[in-house]
Nanobody, 126 residues
Framework: QVQLVESGGGSVQTGGSLRLSCAASGYTFSSNYIGWFRQAPGKEREGVALIYTGGGITWYTDSVKGRFTISQDNAKNTVYLQMNSLKPEDTAMYYC???????????????????WGQGTQVTVSS
């Protein structure tokens, strides 16, 4: 079955960096959509970044543009989220999500994704 395993979360101070990894198994990695969402306590799950593995096209939510970079490693079936210049408002549980097939449409809607990882916590202190 499909498994998405996130890693790389942790605690950093404002301005620090982290790199999250999402390793996919049992999944058709090529030509598909894999993204990162986050959810802070009391808030809705928010789309952070998405990559189309067929061509490396990326999307970002406005609040992370210029600070976060999503990338892929086809040989490792892994998607990364490089997070720089972290802010306290980036604190959340970060989830990897993957779509089974077909065009994603409105990419930041959680219901567009069929598979989810267990999440990795990111905490940014001021």
């Amino acid at each position: 079955q499909v498994q998405l395993v996130e890693s790389g979360g942790g605690s950093v101070q404002t301005g620090g960096s982290l790199r999250l990894s999402c390793a996919a198994s049992g999944y058709t990695f090529s030509s598909n959509y894999i993204g990162w969402f986050r959810q802070a306590p009391g808030k809705e799950r928010e789309g952070v970044a998405l990559i189309y593995t067929g061509g490396g096209i990326t999307w970002y939510t406005d609040s992370v543009k210029g600070r976060f970079t999503i990338s892929q490693d086809n040989a490792k079936n892994t998607v990364y989220l490089q997070m720089n210049s972290l802010k306290p408002e980036d604190t959340a549980m970060y989830y990897c999500a993957a779509r089974s097939s077909g065009y994603v449409g409105i990419w930041y809607l959680p219901e567009k994704y069929n598979y989810w990882g267990q999440g990795t916590q990111v905490t940014v202190s001021s």
